[in-house]
């Protein structure tokens, strides 16, 4: 049986690309050219890539690419997408558990809950950041963004999700404390107009838990910053407003 997280993205590129949160890919990979101090030369891994927004932007501008999403029609639209503007990626459908890059990239991004923290256990989403470290070389960098843990602390999950731009309406969001995850009804209609009622859930990570998996995966130094659509800085601190977190840690 596929998880919800296959089913939401199973014939929905079209759709996907549409979405509010897509508006930021230009000021995200400003951020991330900062990051790598713009050196052209350095090789890149987007998980969880999704329709590839982020892949063709930064080829675009010049870099070498590798995406994987566990999404073959995701995929199929990025392959599409990257032929309509002449840029080559090696865009490939692969499982973000279970994938071996062993320190090939200086730059790994996992954006917009690509991949990671979907996943339905602990094991899995550690499993995540463990193969984002191992494909990394010595002294690179991983770039992600992931639900804030301390935001249902102080806030209704439910009364966010309503008012943002999400895929599909989503109801009866439940907040879990024992385990911090997020359960709730996504409703959605794909590109061949077929609509899905979708059970999901999402794991939540406090700033502490984040550091300490990431620390345990390999990476030597964690940071944490608040994250802001299209806008991600340094010098935003995270708080309990922010729904999302931008985590950057170094191997």
């Not at 094991?123 to 960098?141: F, H, Q, R, V, W």
């Not at 409703?187 to 999901?200: Q, V």
Request: one cysteine or more; hydrophobic letters at 35%; a negative charge.
């Amino acid at each position: 049986m596929k998880q919800w997280y296959e089913e939401l993205f199973q014939d929905f590129a079209d759709k996907y690309d549409k979405e509010g949160f897509t508006a930021g890919t230009i000021g995200e990979v400003d951020f991330i050219e900062k990051e790598i101090i713009y050196n052209k030369e350095a090789s890149i891994l987007d998980i969880g890539c999704g329709t590839g927004r982020h892949s063709l932007e930064l080829a675009k501008r010049g870099y070498t690419v590798t995406g994987i999403d566990l999404s073959p029609s995701m995929i199929e639209k990025a392959k599409v997408l990257a032929q309509k503007e002449n840029l080559k990626i090696d865009f490939q459908v692969r499982d973000a558990r279970d994938f071996n890059f062993m320190e090939s990239f200086d730059l790994a991004i996992m954006l917009c809950e690509g991949a990671f923290p979907l996943m339905e256990s602990d094991e899995m989403n550690y499993s995540i950041l463990l193969n984002a470290c191992n494909s990394l070389k010595p002294g690179g960098k991983l770039i992600q963004t992931t639900l804030n843990g301390l935001f249902p602390l102080f806030h209704s999950v439910k009364e966010f999700m309503d008012k943002g731009d999400n895929p599909g309406q989503s109801s009866g969001n439940t907040f879990d404390l024992m385990t911090f995850r997020d359960h709730s009804v996504y409703e959605i209609e794909d590109d061949h107009g077929n609509k899905k009622s979708l059970k999901c859930n999402e794991r939540y990570y406090v700033p502490s838990e984040i550091s300490w998996l990431l620390k345990s995966a390999g990476f030597k130094k964690v940071e944490i910053f608040s994250c802001k659509l299209g806008a991600f800085s340094r010098k935003d601190i995270l708080t309990t407003e922010d729904f999302e977190m931008l985590v950057i840690s170094e191997k």
